[in-house]
């Protein structure tokens, strides 16, 4: 009787570690590439070995101590190694993309800016050119020659008047009002003036001229000498 009792017993336990075993041996549950649900009878062992990676790897990604005791349960998510390494690619490639974009919008500024400074030059030598061409002209220009001159100068502001400083005082049975004159002064300056004006000494001095001009601007020798043409 004994005898018989024994080897059911052995049987009965036989039959369990095969349960067991059949538990054991079923793979955990794939979420996704980097992630597994666990099964019963799951261990990190296992899952290592279905995963093709090694336990510590496993414990590592899961922020296990390596060499641990790794109790598991139904259910629960265990992340594969691979999971960390992707995120951290990811995360790299979104901290590269802005800097890319800043580079980008900071090489568009400095092209504009450089557009912009090229225009101005271009605009402001274009304006010196056109200044210098204008004043060459003027001067170079040849009219008919009225002979010399006297030539006095006054400033039209300090006496009220805002006829401003293009224009030249003269008795107009002379020069008519209008008349565009080229004064060139005994030190070989060239002055362009149009006669807008008469003083009360034109009446009386028909041979002098009063040419408008800043006071800071007008000669210390006050009066002077010019040939004078009609442009």
Do not use: C, W
């Not at 050119?129 to 002979?147: D, I, L, P, R």
């Amino acid at each position: 009787m004994k005898k018989v009792l024994s080897i059911a017993l052995v049987s009965t336990t036989a039959l369990t570690a095969l349960a067991a075993t059949s538990q054991t041996a079923q793979a955990a549950v794939q979420l996704d590439s980097n992630h597994v649900q666990v099964e019963a009878g799951d261990t990190y062992k296992s899952i290592a070995a279905n995963s093709g990676v090694t336990i510590a790897e496993l414990e590592q990604a899961n922020g296990r101590e390596v060499g641990g005791f790794d109790l598991i349960f139904p259910g629960e998510t265990v992340t594969l190694p691979g999971a960390t390494t992707t995120t951290s690619t990811t995360d790299a490639q979104q901290t590269v993309t802005p800097q890319t974009d800043v580079q980008q919008t900071s090489n568009q500024e400095t092209t504009t800016q450089t557009q912009s400074t090229t225009q101005e030059n271009t605009q402001t030598q274009a304006v010196t050119q056109s200044a210098s061409e204008t004043q060459t002209t003027s001067t170079n220009t040849t009219g008919t020659s009225q002979g010399t001159f006297k030539i006095s100068f006054y400033d039209p502001a300090v006496l009220g008047s805002n006829m401003g400083y293009s224009g030249v005082a003269a008795n107009l049975s002379v020069f008519p009002k209008g008349t565009t004159l080229k004064i060139t002064l005994s030190d070989g300056t060239v002055l362009i003036r149009t006669v807008n004006d008469t003083g009360t000494f034109a009446y009386s001095n028909p041979n002098q001229l009063d040419v408008a001009m800043p006071n800071n601007q007008i000669p210390s020798y006050g009066v002077t000498t010019a040939s004078v043409e009609v442009l």
